[in-house]
């Protein structure tokens, strides 16, 4: 058996080729994760097709799941979207406002697939039981997930202060104690935030300054919050 260590050097050369410390398993081939921060009309909508949004690179989804947020100022309503069909979306939210959209899709399997599955190709994924892998459409990307309690009315999030193994758990390819990221490569990023504690919802959380080490969090003082980040990473 492999350790993951040796894995990570040995036997998975998108790992090494990329810089990625880890791969994300998936239960359906062609499954694609991708992200977009998008800018909503004077009628609080904005049309969403896969094609525009990936640069040409997907331009269908068989099903898919989308999370969308608003960013940069307090929501009124609520972000979501609608109106889905295999090519696009509707994103409907607060007029003339910036919102972070996740797409978790998996694409036809006909004609640009084949019927193997990843673990049939890769020893990492064998080892662990990934029948398949989830793709991106840029190279560096990762996704990360923490948890934070407020402190203040609004907090500045650093990802060297909370994506370190000392606050989060399970098995990790870094220094004992050490942050896991340091820095995004550019403040494009998307991040989804969702309460998580049992405190009454009075505000909505959003997230403002996006920057390549960190963000901004508005929320309730002393409730928990989710955080869940899509971007390229250069640690």
């Keep these: ?29 062609k499954q694609w994760v991708i992200g977009a921060t998008v800018t909503l009309t004077a ?14 690179l997907i331009d269908r989804f068989d099903h898919y799941q989308v999370l969308a947020q608003e960013i940069n100022a307090a929501p009124v309503g609520w972000t979501f979207a ?15 406002t910036t919102a972070c ?32 892998v989830v793709g991106s459409i840029f190279k560096d990307t990762v996704l990360l997930g923490f948890m934070h309690t407020q402190v203040a009315g609004t907090d500045t999030v650093v990802f060297a202060d909370e994506v370190t193994m000392k606050n ?16 995004m490569a550019d403040a494009a990023y998307q991040i989804i935030v969702t309460k998580s504690s049992a405190g009454a919802v009075n505000t909505k959380p959003y997230v403002s300054a996006r920057t390549k080490v960190g963000f901004d969090l508005t929320a309730e003082v002393g409730e928990t919050y989710d955080v ?3 971007g390229q990473i250069t640690y």
Aim: charged fraction near 20%.
């Design 101 to 132: 959209l996740i797409v978790l899709g998996v694409e036809p399997l006909h004609p640009r697939s084949t019927k193997k599955w990843a673990k049939d190709y890769c020893p990492f994924c064998k080892s662990q039981d990934f029948k398949a």
């Design 82 to 96: 609608d109106t889905k069909t295999t090519t696009s979306f509707i994103v409907r939210g607060d007029i003339n």
């Design 43 to 56: 009628a609080g909508v904005y049309a969403a097709d896969f094609s525009t949004i990936t640069g040409g």
């Design 1 to 29: 058996m492999f350790t993951n260590e040796m894995l990570y050097k040995n036997a998975c050369p998108l790992v090494e080729e990329f810089h990625i410390r880890n791969i994300m398993g998936a239960l359906e081939r």
């Design 168 to 183: 989060l758990t399970g098995d990790f390819h870094g220094q004992m104690g050490g942050p896991l990221v340091t820095q």
């Design 228 to 230: 869940f980040v899509l």
